[in-house]
């Protein structure tokens, strides 16, 4: 079992980059696949980014290839979402989500987070 935790969300201008973490309970957070995922409002949720157990595998909605960057530590049982040159339609609640292989399909991950806000004006 897995609890996640996101922080990192907030308000900034279209062009601006956060940085959003999910921090991991449990010893076996090195073991688990993780993605990120956003869901803006009246929309369902989508893929945005995953990450193998290892961090040497890594891929991307289309949407946000070479603006986003996944990234994790499993020593501090953490990973990241490094967002640059924001836009609008990236305003959304961001989720982290653990599943032990890594999936772009929000309905095969088994555990999430609650989600941070992430607000980009334009």
């Known amino acids: 079992q897995v609890q996640l935790v996101e922080s990192g969300g907030g308000l900034v201008q279209a062009g601006g980059s956060l940085r959003l973490s999910c921090a991991a309970s449990g010893r076996t957070f090195s073991s688990y696949a993780m993605g990120w995922f956003r869901q803006a409002p009246g929309k369902e949720r989508e893929f945005v980014a995953a990450i193998s157990w290892s961090g040497g595998i890594t891929s991307y909605a289309d949407s946000v290839k070479g603006r986003f960057a996944i990234s994790r530590d499993n020593a501090k049982n953490t990973v990241y979402l490094r967002m640059n040159s924001l836009k609008p339609e990236d305003t959304a609640v961001y989720y982290c989500?653990?599943?032990?292989?890594?999936?772009?399909?929000?309905?095969?991950?088994?555990?999430w987070g609650q989600g941070t806000q992430v607000t980009v004006s334009s």
């Open positions: 989500a653990a599943r032990d292989r890594a999936y772009s399909d929000p309905s095969r991950y088994d555990h």
